[in-house]
């Protein structure tokens, strides 16, 4: 603990003339004034050097005693990370460092004020500093510090600067919904703010703006948006965060091609303004079906090949029992060839990338490689060699070619063979090797339900105020339910969702039929959603809209893997902030107040 | 309740092509798709005239039997606000409205689809309609279909969109702060939030980012700003709402003077651009304790003068005994004098403004007349004359003046007397009559600490971050609290504080004794504020910053007198928003998940 009461120098009369990171050898001559942060300091003889960084980058300080002999005896004292104002000279560097963007230059000092003094921060200063998250988060100021996080940080605005201005261009308005809004029942990830005026009442805090947009819509708001954050209260995944920001829009009087025409747009400014990549247009379009026929995922990255085939129907009686039983029991076998890449897959490998089926709850993963002596496999001896070359045959085998199956429910096999195609570029370097290479995808036509698995009802896909496609509007109170198809689309980029949205429902008709599907009666549907429907018999607008997931956005756009490294203060994976410590325990008269109580459950 | 599923028509193939309120004489000839709502429909023989409206504007829309049989059928059943699509032809008016922009044309349609059917509205969607808000509320998106709420919204936009262009231009950088923050122990306004993961803990909604800015400052990020909702349990008056919008500035190596300088301009840009009044720069600049002094308030409304006259010196041992004593207790006695407006204000009169000033906890209210006769007032026998042409001498009083007086303590006649000077403009018209001039002025210097009248313990009066004056920082730990000031600033505007702002502690030692002057221990303000002493430690800049309502300076460009008004979906004076009726009960397994329970105590 520092106990001395340092005395300040005031900056008064001393106004910063520009950024560290901004002066090159046009600026020699010029006398300047600097702020910001000791990154380093060095004595050499009558000399004291100074890395000097602000938020611009950094440049060197050159302290005289000939020149100014206060100056250099305070400038000797400085330490890490301690904050001066210094005027001086810029002058050409004598020995130049091309790795530095300022490195040409240097200021020669003639006056020097303490701002601040420190003492050893917990965590270095650079970029590359490989300290653990956890202290990173703590200390999340200093680490905010690093020139990439700032970068970051900067990046993100840029972001939301572009979205702003294009979409004020298209005649949208940005229009803030509230935050204390009416808890849905069914949402078991609302967060809950008890209401100190109204007794035993709760606002929730929005997932997202879903009803208040189309209600602006119903009012004639025409074209919308927002960026706003949405908060869920879930289990928090390495890319999840119990609030994130959402870029929302609606509109009025259009259809999903406008929606996707107007939106694919903004991204291509996104990406050309801020990292200088061109992406060509329209997007290419797959439908869900195709989606997970080809890549297993509603979201492919589609930057490689190794499609899934498959070869159901080929193994229907075959020798191998597993594949056998699958195709007689509607369930499927399909592969992926992984074509010239047998040799770097010895067994070892293969069984790493079994792992990774199984973990997605596949029973094992079969595998062929090919070579020139044949097909060698653990299970080739259950196969005709006719069955065998019909199956290299439609996966296209070659000599060097390894092939890998997953038989099992659809449902699985997308998921335990898309991991591991997504794991086998991996391990051959691929992601990395693409790092730079964007590839987006337009998903649409989407299920309008899927099961819920635990209870065996039907769920929205998307959300309740989806429509259905047109042409299956009419099969909404029939059973067959899990054949229709939404007027919904997905933006998929190297196989993160970065955005979504939907033709919603504007009859409250259909909207009802939609409810009563989903198995609400209409009393309950009336008590979940009555403002919906009844703001819907005055005159709704055919509507549409989309919302992207702004930190993943940006995350990719920076390049790094984690959404916390392009948020300032995140919570940590157990919903904490580690610097502030929040949540805490509330004081016993605040939740008098609130007319609530702590009521913890003893685990059973 | 409307029973027959409408079978709608689908507007696939028609794209709108221009807003309702665009067409002028220049698109006569053009063949057009409007989309929007039906205003008003009347038929006249073989025609039937549409008001249309969409959020552009109203136009006139024709259907002519002859021309298109079909369209002229469908027509004739339109119904008020039913949605409709209509491609037609402009042409020429025949008999032209003046009144409207588009009154010059009128599209003649030879086609329409009908969009979406309509029941009788709850309200009418005009400006002029005078239901009660409370209705208005209810049906919010029905009332926001009215063109001036429309309006209000988008000049919410064009006032954030020049913010934000301003703000980055000065190379500000917008960062999100968390919503989910620690609870402030003294936070006796927090929102609070349980945490599911976290049992028995919880988070609180922000009432401003204040720390969390400040630990950017201390990270480098130089200029920080954000438009963000910050939130306040408090009693709901006229102008206050649970959530509302702050435009939030911090910024680094500053003084006041910069952070005024950077502020004041971006007002200028904003009163331009978007109500096309200029503002002259530098703003006027006031003391706090001038403003007290002239006007009992640090928020005048120096649109007008009826400044405050200190007369207590005069009236010290006089034959009135309220105001000899109130001479005598070190009270104060102050008046102001009505020019010229005698005559305007009755007995009746001057007793509604004695009722203003009971409702501020004044006694009464003095008056007395200036008429050709001499001084008329019920207390003017109690004055010698030599007295009383002291008085009307020192309050400059001529013929056909009126004077008011309070007596009191002095924060007694501040309020009282200020809030008479406001009445006496109300009455006088003076507000109306004014109210398209805009009168800004910086109130600096406000006291440092304030005395919490319930337990007569000092707390700051702007927040504990708030840095004393340069020459007050030494009596920081002396009991001379009430006479430090502090490096605050308010901006206000015709009465309204809209702004306000200050230079913040930046050492650390400085911090501490801040809060052992607020009576905290080092214990208690390291659990409050740990983070902040500790970032403190490790190099923070000078830094300073300042905060706008953007609701209240949305309200006073608009010209309305609500900050609902500029508010899409506002909740009412009992913090319940009457279109979803949030707050809410919750489920009890909801409750039961958060580990926490509903605990209503009885009223004593």
């Known amino acids: 603990m520092r106990t001395e009461v340092i005395s300040l120098e005031t900056i008064k009369g001393l106004k910063r003339s520009c950024y560290c990171g901004e002066l090159r050898a046009e600026n020699i001559g010029q006398e300047v004034v600097l702020m910001g942060w000791v990154q380093k300091k060095r004595n050499l003889g009558g000399l004291v050097f100074v890395d000097l960084r602000d938020r611009g980058g950094i440049c060197q300080i050159v302290f005289d005693t000939d020149v100014d002999k206060e100056a250099f005896e305070k400038a000797e004292k400085l330490g890490s990370e301690y904050v001066i104002a210094v005027k001086g000279e810029v002058r050409e560097r004598q020995s130049k460092n091309p790795n530095m963007p300022t490195g040409d230059v240097e200021v020669f000092a003639n006056e020097l004020r303490l701002l601040n003094k420190s003492e050893t921060p917990p965590i270095y200063i650079k970029d590359d500093d490989d300290v653990s998250e956890a202290l990173r988060l703590k200390y999340r100021y200093l680490d905010l510090r690093k020139p990439k996080m700032q970068r970051n940080l900067m990046l993100r605005q840029q972001v939301t600067n572009i979205v702003r201005r294009y979409l004020t261009e298209q005649n949208f308005c940005e229009i803030e919904t509230p935050f204390l809004v009416k808890p849905t029942p069914e949402g078991a990830r609302d967060y809950l703010v008890p209401s100190r005026v109204n007794e035993g009442k709760f606002y929730a805090l929005p997932q997202s703006p879903q009803l208040l947009k189309q209600l602006l819509m119903v009012s004639g708001m025409d074209r919308y948006f927002q960026i706003v954050k949405c908060f869920r209260d879930e289990d928090l995944r390495a890319d999840r965060q119990p609030e994130f920001t959402q870029i929302d829009t609606e509109m009025s009087f259009v259809e999903a091609e406008d929606v996707m025409t107007i939106m694919e747009k903004m991204v291509q400014e996104i990406f050309k303004e801020t990292i200088n990549v061109d992406i060509e247009l329209p997007l290419p379009r797959m439908t869900y079906a195709e989606a997970m026929d080809r890549y297993g995922s509603d979201k492919p990255d589609t930057r490689f090949g190794y499609e899934f085939v498959n070869i159901t129907d080929l193994v229907e009686g075959c020798g191998f029992k597993v594949f056998a039983d699958c195709a007689e029991k509607g369930k499927s076998v399909r592969g992926i060839n992984v074509e010239g890449m047998a040799e770097k897959f010895p067994r070892k490998q293969i069984s790493h990338l079994e792992d990774c089926a199984k973990t997605y709850k596949a029973k094992g ?74 590839n987006f ?22 959300h309740p105020f989806t429509s259905p496609l047109d042409e299956d509007i009419d099969r909404l109170d029939t059973d067959e339910k899990d054949t229709l198809r939404a007027k919904a689309y997905d933006i998929v980029l190297n196989g993160y969702e970065v955005g979504g949205g939907s033709v919603r429902i504007s009859d409250s008709e259909v909207q009802k039929k939609m409810f009563a599907a989903l198995g609400l009666s209409e009393e309950e549907a009336y008590n979940k959603f009555g403002f919906l429907l009844d703001a819907f018999k005055y005159g709704a607008p055919p509507h549409a809209g989309m919302a992207f997931g702004l930190d993943r956005l940006v995350m990719l756009l920076a390049g790094v893997d984690n959404i916390r490294e392009v948020i300032a203060f995140p919570k940590n994976q157990n919903a904490i902030c580690p610097m502030t410590n929040a949540p805490a325990p509330a004081e016993d008269a605040q939740l008098e107040e609130l007319s609530i109580k702590v009521d913890i459950k003893e685990e059973n």
């Not at 995808?441 to 998307?462: I, Q």
């Open 441 to 462: 995808l337009w998903v649409t036509e989407f299920p309008l339900f899927e099961e819920d698995e635990e209870n065996g009802r039907y769920v929205a896909k998307h």
């Open 365 to 438: 993963l079969a595998w062929m490689k090919i070579t020139e002596e044949g097909v060698t496999s653990p299970i080739a001896k259950f196969f005709s060699e006719e069955d065998l070359n019909a199956i290299v045959e439609r996966m296209n085998g070659k000599v060097g070619d390894l092939l890998l199956f997953v038989a099992d429910k659809d449902a699985i096999v997308y998921d335990a063979l898309g991991q591991v195609r997504l794991a086998v570029a991996e391990k051959l370097g691929i992601l990395e090797e693409k790092k730079n290479q964007f």
